[in-house]
């Protein structure tokens, strides 16, 4: 196998998330998975959440391009930001997805070439790296 080739953890496709809801809207939801219209409430929330998101998908679509948003995943390795530190660049990391700073990232590494990040959607990273870049994470 090549050493250059780096195996990556399997990456979640989705993150948990909690809410609270009325006992009526929660027996709504039971109701029509008990008659059938969806396998459970996980089904119920990502469909009503997929067809809202599809009724503002012009919106959104308008504001991923003014706040120059990437969409997706993006993986950012200590071979990349090495690159960018040697172009004596810095980043502006701006994501709707999932971001992830890989665990061969040092703090000190991503506190010299990640200038701000901002994520829509969920920040993969060490403890450590979130402690390094706290004042730069909006």
Do not use: W
């Not at 998101?53 to 969409?71: I, N, T, Y």
């Amino acid at each position: 196998m090549d050493s250059d080739v780096q195996e990556r953890a399997k990456i979640s496709d989705s993150e948990k998330i909690t809410i609270n809801l009325g006992y009526v809207d929660l027996g709504h939801i039971d109701l029509l998975v008990h008659e059938g219209f969806y396998a459970n409430r996980s089904d119920f929330i990502r469909t009503a959440i997929r067809n809202q998101l599809g009724r503002h998908d012009e919106a959104v679509k308008q504001s991923l391009a003014r706040h120059r948003l990437e969409l997706g995943l993006r993986h950012y390795c200590r071979r990349d930001l090495e690159a960018v530190q040697a172009a004596g660049e810095t980043l502006d990391i701006q994501i709707l997805g999932l971001a992830i700073i890989a665990s061969d990232v040092t703090p000190d590494l991503a506190r010299a070439t990640i200038a701000s990040i901002r994520v829509m959607g969920a920040l993969q990273a060490s403890p450590a790296i979130k402690a390094a870049l706290s004042g730069r994470i909006h």
